[in-house]
């Protein structure tokens, strides 16, 4: 749906810059986007690369672990239905330290496994169960300590300051997390299994 909402909005312009005789500007524009995107991309690559490689060095350096063992009281509130041994909880530990970090894109690979070991959990395979719900939640609020992505784009468009941004998004992501885990616990006892 989202492409066919672009390919009507790029129609629009095309057809407007015709209309109106700027079809050199639409032009202009076109390419500029064109060379600005994919010195984005360029840009994105690099980071995610390195940021990647650095949560495989942490996770082979144990880093993760440890951080997932300091992660465990959290769990075992958020999620008091999964076993303390199940392989649900290492995948939700590893997306919480991708997403803190800042990582969506190294977040995403362990919130599907996690899900589907979620699932497996699941005694009604058509309705989702309160630790699901909650584990979107907190995905869709997405705490972040460094907001790696948004550093990225600052430092790309030319920002003075591209790291100014970690405080604020520190407490709006907070909030947002706050707010989305007293939801999930509030409609989890209401709806409890």
């Not at 209309?19 to 360029?42: Q, R, W």
């Not at 992505?149 to 520190?170: C, K």
Request: glycine share 8%.
């Amino acid at each position: 749906m989202l492409n066919y909402m672009w390919g009507i909005m790029i129609i629009i312009g095309i057809v407007v810059g015709a209309l109106t005789g700027n079809m050199e500007a639409v032009s202009a524009a076109i390419i500029d986007s064109s060379k600005e995107a994919i010195a984005l991309c360029i840009t994105m690559l690099g980071i995610v690369a390195m940021w990647t490689g650095v949560l495989k060095i942490a996770e082979v350096g144990g880093l993760m672990a440890a951080m997932s063992r300091v992660l465990t009281p959290v769990i075992d509130f958020l999620f008091p239905r999964v076993p303390k041994d199940h392989p649900a909880r290492e995948y939700i530990s590893t997306n919480f330290v991708a997403n803190m970090l800042g990582l969506g894109w190294a977040a995403t690979p362990a919130g599907l496994k996690a899900m589907e070991e979620l699932q497996k959990l699941n005694k009604d395979k058509s309705v989702a169960t309160t630790d699901m719900c909650t584990f979107l939640i907190i995905n869709i609020s997405s705490l972040q300590l460094v907001p790696m992505n948004i550093i990225a784009y600052r430092s790309e468009y030319g920002s003075v300051a591209p790291t100014a941004i970690i405080v604020p998004a520190i407490l709006a992501t907070l909030v947002s997390t706050l707010a989305g885990v007293i939801y999930a616990k509030i409609m989890g006892r209401r709806y409890h299994e």
